[in-house]
C-alpha cells in the first residue's frame, strides 16, 4: 500500500522531472502509489533535483535517469520500463535570438523524439502531452459570445506575425504529436492547462513563476502583454494529468482553466485581496480579443478546479515560506 493507504501502481515516466510543473506532478504520482522514472538533463545536479528527492515516497518509488530532448533515442530505455508518459518537457523561456534553435526545435523534434521511443514500447497504455491553452486562443476571429475550446488551434501565422514563439512552439509540437499518434498505435491524451498559478518546489523559481513574483513585487513588465489570460492551480494541472491518465474514456484534448481574467481585472482582484503588496494599479488597455475557455469536457471527467483566492493565497504564501517576499505579506 501507498503511504497514502493507496494500492501501489505501475511504472510511469515524466519527461522534464525538475521543472515547475513535473515537480508538482510527481509529488502528486507518488501520493497515488505509482514508481515514477523522471527525465532530466543532469540528475548530479543537486540543487534542481534535491526537492524531487523529499517528496514523500521518492526513496521508495522515485528514480532520476538523465535524457536530452534534442538527443536521438535518449528515452527509449526509460520508456521502455513504463506504462504510461507524461511528458511535460518543453522550452518554457523568454524570446531569445534564435527562437527557432533555443524554442520551437526542442519542442517539436523533441516531442516527436518521446513519441518514437514510446513507439517502441508495446506495453505502454497512454501518453499524456502537456500542451497549453496558448495553442487554442490565437486567432483574429475570435467570437467572445463563442467560448473557445478543443476544437479550436491557434493560427501559426498570427503566432509568428506576433512572435509568439513559446505559442508557436506549442502549437506546432501538439500538432506533430497528434499528426504521430494518428499514424501509429499510440493512445495519446493532450492537456492545455491556462498559465499556472501556485507554489513552486523547485527552489529557483521558473520563468512563469517568476513572472507573478515580479508582478507581486510591482513590475508590470512580464504581465502587461498577457492582456487577457486564463489561471489555474498548479495542484490541479497535476491532478488533471493523472485523471486524464487514468480514465478509460478520456480521449483527445483537455483544456484546463479555472478564471479567465484582463489584466486590470487581475490587479483589481490582487490589489483587494492582498493589500499590502506592491501591486500595480493598472495596465494599459490593450485591443486583444475578449474570450472565455470552455472547459465543460474535463469537468464532465470530474475535475472541479480551484479559485483564483485558493491559487493565489496558496502561491503567495509559498513564495513567503521561500524567501522571495517578506513575511509582512502573510
Ligand atoms: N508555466 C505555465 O504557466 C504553463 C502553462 C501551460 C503549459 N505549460 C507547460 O508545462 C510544461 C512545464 O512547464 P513549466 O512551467 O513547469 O516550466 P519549467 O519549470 O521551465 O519546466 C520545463 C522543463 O523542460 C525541460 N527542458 C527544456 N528543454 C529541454 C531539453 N532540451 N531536454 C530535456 N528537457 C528540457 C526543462 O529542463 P531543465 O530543468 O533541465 O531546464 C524543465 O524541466 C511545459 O510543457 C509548458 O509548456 C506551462
Redesign the pocket.
Known amino acids: 500500500m501507498g503511504s497514502h493507504g493507496e494500492d501501489v501502481k505501475g511504472r510511469v515516466c515524466v519527461t522534464?522531472a525538475?521543472?515547475?510543473?513535473?515537480s508538482w506532478l510527481i509529488k502528486r504520482l507518488l501520493i497515488s502509489g505509482y514508481h515514477v522514472i523522471g527525465t532530466?538533463?543532469d540528475p548530479g545536479n543537486e540543487k534542481?533535483v534535491s526537492h524531487l528527492w523529499r517528496l514523500e515516497g521518492a526513496k521508495e518509488r522515485l528514480s532520476l535517469v538523465r535524457?536530452?530532448?534534442?538527443e536521438p533515442g535518449s528515452f527509449d530505455t526509460v520508456v521502455m520500463g513504463c506504462e504510461g508518459v507524461f511528458h511535460?518537457?518543453?522550452?518554457?523561456i523568454k524570446p531569445t535570438s534564435d527562437p527557432k534553435a533555443e524554442i520551437i526545435k526542442?519542442a517539436v523534434d523533441?516531442t516527436l523524439n518521446v513519441l518514437r521511443s514510446c513507439k517502441k514500447n508495446p506495453n505502454l497504455r497512454r501518453v499524456v502531452l502537456?500542451s497549453?491553452?496558448s495553442t487554442t486562443r490565437i486567432r483574429d476571429d475570435i467570437d467572445p459570445k463563442v467560448p473557445v475550446d478543443e476544437s479550436f488551434w491557434s493560427s501559426i501565422e498570427l503566432c509568428e506575425k506576433l512572435q509568439l514563439w513559446y505559442s508557436l512552439s506549442?502549437t506546432l509540437a501538439e500538432k506533430a504529436a497528434w499528426e504521430f499518434c494518428n499514424e501509429n498505435p499510440i493512445d495519446l491524451v493532450t492537456v492545455l492547462?491556462a498559465?499556472?498559478i501556485g507554489p513552486s518546489l523547485p527552489p529557483d523559481l521558473?520563468?512563469?513563476a517568476s513572472d507573478v513574483l515580479g508582478l507581486l513585487k510591482g513590475d508590470t513588465k512580464d504581465f502587461k502583454w498577457h492582456g487577457r489570460m486564463g489561471y489555474v492551480h498548479i495542484d490541479d494541472v497535476a491532478l488533471a494529468h493523472i485523471l486524464v491518465y487514468e480514465h478509460e474514456k478520456a480521449k483527445g484534448r483537455y483544456l484546463l482553466s479555472s478564471t479567465v481574467m484582463d489584466n486590470n481585472e487581475l490587479v483589481g482582484f490582487l490589489l483587494a485581496r492582498y493589500p499590502s503588496l506592491p501591486i500595480p494599479k493598472g495596465f494599459e488597455v490593450l485591443n486583444r480579443a475578449q474570450y472565455d475557455f470552455d472547459t465543460s469536457k474535463i469537468e464532465g471527467l470530474g475535475m472541479k478546479f480551484k479559485s483564483m483566492e485558493e491559487m493565489f493565497d496558496d502561491c503567495v504564501a509559498s513564495l513567503v515560506d521561500q524567501g522571495y517576499l517578506p513575511s509582512v505579506y502573510l
Do not use: Q
Open positions: 522534464g525538475s521543472g515547475y510543473l513535473a532530466v538533463r534542481k535524457a536530452n530532448l534534442m511535460t518537457a518543453s522550452p518554457v526542442p523533441g502537456t497549453s491553452s506549442k492547462p498559465f499556472l521558473c520563468s512563469t
